[in-house]
Each structure stands twice: as structure tokens, then as C-alpha cells.
């Protein structure tokens, strides 16, 4: 560029000319070009919701046969909303059900007979399976657990889970729902003595108190989870039931823990963030005692 005055030759940007002294305007001066906008490094790729083997549905909805699903208020307070077609059904554990259209149709049936029904019973769960059925039309019904907590959609192809029994909420009609043996070890840590095992493929809804963290395993690694904790895994997974605390079951007793499983990979296990057992335990001082006249202290005479 050049001074205005003395057609001196100045460096671009220039405020003032260094010979005559003249101040140049700031509309004579170029505007520095600005710089490029850089291009931010690419995102590193999120892990899918099919890293694992349980397959869930992000968006908290999906598709079934002859039906459609969606979990509502995700989180502390999930609410599972079934669209039934006509004449189609899901089964439910008793009990879930919040509500339903006036036209769904709802039976009680010994899940494996007499024998599935004791199993079940004895496992700590209702003796009978729910199953609601669109008669007439479409219809809906919504699911809940009993203890606050999420909900997730499972989308199980032709695998077997075992699932708590406390964390199974709802599942495709085709869907096998059985009752295993835990294990001796578990009936005296008292975590029950059956769990669940779920197989075939279609839609099973679980439940968890609090939200639901995914470990998945490598082969031959080994991962401990509190029993209270455990909301489903594979079922061809390798498990130990074992205490907490490895110097005898008094110490684990007073560490607060009970017992845990040792699990041995590959696979994948859900836990639950909470365990409702220790939550329990956190309230039980302030329910009412006997003696104390039905308020949540009790008072000298």
C-alpha cells in the first residue's frame, strides 16, 4: 500500500506514514484475510448397542410380532407402553401391569405346569404368568416394575440369558421363560435360590433399580458382581458363587457385603446400580417397632 499524501510506500496494515507523518484512515488500510477455519479431527467411533450380546434398542422402542413397544419417562420411573394388533398378546410377570384398553383381554396361567409353578414359587416369584391378548381390535397396555428404576428392550435372537428373577418385567409370548437352580451357595446368602433362564427370540423387557451399566468380558477374564447387583447375563457364562470376603463369612458379613459372583468370559453382564436389599436396609431404622405405638421412634418411659 502507499501513503494517501506522499505516495510513500508503506507495509500493508500501516497506521501512520513514517516519512510525512500522515495518520492513514482505517478504511484505506486491507483487511487481513481472516484465517481458515480448521477442520475439527473426526469423532472416535461410539461403541454400538451390538458390541455385546444382548441387543437393546437405543432409541427405547422397536417392533415385535404383532405388536409395538415404547419405554416412556426413562430412568428412575420407566414406564413400558405395549400396542397390541388384534388378537395378538405379551406375556407379563404378575403383577406388572399398570394399565390397559378395555378390549385386552388378560389370563393367569402356571407357566410349565404344576412343576414350573413350585419351581417358580419357591424361586420367590408368582406362581403364574400374565398374558394379554387384543380382542376386537388393537389395543395397549403399560408395564411397570415395582421398585422405581429403567427399563430396557431387549431384542434376543435365538439366545439364552439368565435374568433375576426380580428384573424380569415382560417378554414375547414365544419367548421360553424357565426356572433354574442358582446354586446352593446363593439360598444361604440369601439371594434366592433360582434365577430365570430366557430363551428363543423376540422382545424381553427387564427391569433395574437404578440404571443399567453393561460389562462385557473377554476370554478368560474374570469379573466379580454383588449377587443384589446382577440383572441378567449369558447363560452359557461360567459363575462361582462365593462371599465377599475371602478371610470366612463373619468378616464378609461385617465388610457390609454378602455374596458375590465370580464370572469367567466371554460374555456380557447387566448390572443394576443399586441393590433394592441394601436400600431396604438404609430405611429400616426409621420403620415403625413394635412398642412404639405406630410412629418411627420409640421413647422411654
Known amino acids: 500500500m502507499k ?98 384398553s378395555a378390549n385386552v383381554e388378560l389370563t393367569s396361567e402356571m407357566k410349565g405346569g404344576v412343576f414350573g409353578a413350585l419351581k417358580r414359587a419357591v424361586g420367590g416369584e408368582s406362581a403364574f404368568v400374565s398374558t394379554f391378548t387384543a380382542k376386537g381390535g388393537a389395543g395397549e397396555v403399560t408395564l411397570a416394575p415395582g421398585a422405581p428404576g429403567d427399563i430396557a428392550g431387549i431384542e434376543v435372537q435365538n439366545q439364552a ?16 421363560v424357565d426356572t433354574k437352580f442358582g446354586g446352593a451357595k446363593s439360598f444361604f446368602g440369601g439371594e434366592g435360590l433360582f434365577v430365570l433362564q430366557v430363551s428363543g427370540s423376540g422382545l424381553l423387557l427387564v427391569s433395574s433399580f437404578g440404571s443399567i451399566h453393561r460389562k462385557v468380558l473377554r476370554p478368560g477374564e474374570q469379573y466379580v458382581v454383588d449377587t443384589g447387583h446382577l440383572v441378567a447375563w449369558e447363560a452359557q457364562m461360567k459363575y462361582d458363587l462365593q462371599k465377599a470376603a475371602k478371610s470366612g463369612f463373619f468378616r464378609s458379613f461385617l465388610s457390609g457385603e454378602g455374596m458375590v459372583a465370580a464370572f469367567t468370559g466371554p460374555g456380557e453382564i447387566l448390572i443394576q446400580t443399586r441393590n433394592l436389599a441394601a436400600f431396604a436396609g438404609l430405611l429400616k431404622p426409621f420403620f415403625p417397632t413394635q412398642g412404639s405405638g405406630g410412629s418411627g421412634f420409640s421413647f422411654g418411659s
Open 161 to 176: 440369558f439368565c435374568v433375576q428373577s426380580s428384573s424380569y418385567l415382560a417378554g414375547d409370548t414365544s419367548l421360553q
Open 3 to 100: 501513503c494517501p499524501r506522499c505516495e510513500m510506500s508503506l507495509m500493508d496494515g500501516a497506521k501512520f506514514c513514517g516519512s510525512c507523518g500522515f495518520t492513514i484512515p482505517a478504511e484505506a488500510a486491507p483487511v487481513a484475510a481472516a484465517p481458515a477455519p480448521q477442520t475439527p479431527p473426526p469423532a472416535a467411533a461410539q461403541p454400538s448397542s451390538s458390541t455385546g450380546a444382548f441387543h437393546f434398542d437405543t432409541d427405547g422402542r422397536g417392533q415385535g410380532r404383532g405388536y409395538t413397544w415404547d419405554i416412556e419417562h426413562q430412568g428412575a420411573f420407566a414406564l413400558a407402553v405395549v400396542n397390541l394388533q388384534p388378537e395378538q398378546s405379551i406375556s407379563a410377570e404378575a403383577g406388572a401391569m399398570v394399565s390397559m
